[in-house]
């Protein structure tokens, strides 16, 4: 079955759960190698898979784009490899969840500067609720870990920022591949610093490729997919689960058990992403 035959909401769906597995399944590797080394891992698998991808392109990019083009691409992948280390470095500390939810933040952020409609301050001051709620600094959440979930959300943020100028200026999937390189160059040094030989164990390092197809290039390719048959609205709305598939998946998988009062804080941030979202499309 081909992805072109997957009706596109269930691609979302699909999306997003693989992203939250791959994210369990690196929570899980930090037993023996730290964040810093997972995230490594899923950057080069992404970067080698996406490169073998798109290797021909590749072979011109000097060429036939400016220093300034390059200059938004390095940037993009520079954001890429802040955002997937500062989120792993929040998993580490606190629930896959309360991560998510905090991250969301940045996307949220984005979508109501976007809109301008008084509504969304009802939006912003849910979803501001919610976060306060999940830090307010007992039980399994510490401050660090919101901390860095809300790194992960400015980087996340900035993402989207130049997710959308790398697309105005290279096709397809260049950028992105450009990007995922840098953030790969960047961040194997800083792994290997962290893990030392250990990042080199086969069995870490096929983990780690599990980690980058699962968070990475699937969800990715299910997501463009999507997007290409549904209205950006919708999309939004979909990807507003993501929280709670996160919750759910930190639950199942790594046995987090949340308390009412977070499952209630997760609630009021998707509501708040689906509320922006509807105002902004719709």
């Known amino acids: 079955m081909s992805p072109a035959s997957v009706p596109p909401p269930v691609l979302v769906l699909l999306g997003v759960v693989s992203v939250q597995v791959g994210a369990g399944l690196a929570k899980h590797l930090f037993a023996a190698l730290p964040p810093v080394a997972v995230a490594s891992l899923r950057l080069a698998t992404s970067a080698l898979v996406l490169g073998v991808l798109g290797r021909r392109a590749l072979r011109t990019l000097t060429r036939d784009h400016s220093w300034g083009d390059l200059g938004v691409a390095a940037a993009f992948g520079l954001t890429l490899a802040v955002m997937n280390t500062a989120i792993y470095l929040s998993f580490a500390r606190i629930p896959l969840g309360v991560a998510v939810t905090i991250e969301f933040l940045g996307p949220l952020a984005v979508s109501i500067a976007a809109s301008r409609r008084l509504l969304d301050l009802l939006w912003a001051v849910l979803a501001f609720a919610g976060v306060a709620l999940l830090a307010r600094g007992d039980g399994e959440v510490n401050l660090a ?91 939004g709305i979909l990807m507003s689960l993501e929280p709670a598939v996160a919750a759910l998946v930190g639950l199942l998988v790594l046995g987090e058990v949340l308390s009412v009062l977070e499952w209630a804080a997760i609630g009021c941030v998707m509501v708040a992403c689906i509320g922006a979202t509807r105002e902004r499309e719709g």
């Not at 919101?146 to 200026?169: D, E, N, Q």
């Not at 080199?200 to 997919?225: K, M, N, R």
């Open 145 to 235: 870990g919101v901390a860095f979930a809300l790194v992960a959300g400015a980087a996340w943020a900035a993402y989207i920022l130049l997710s959308a100028a790398t697309g105005r200026r290279f096709p397809g999937s260049v950028g992105l591949t450009a990007a995922s390189a840098v953030a790969a160059a960047v961040m194997l040094p800083l792994g290997a610093a962290t893990a030392g030989t250990a990042l080199l164990a086969p069995q870490w390092l096929l983990l780690g490729l599990g980690v980058g197809l699962l968070s990475s290039v699937i969800p990715y390719t299910l997501e463009l997919e999507a997007l290409r048959r549904m209205p950006a609205r919708v999309f």
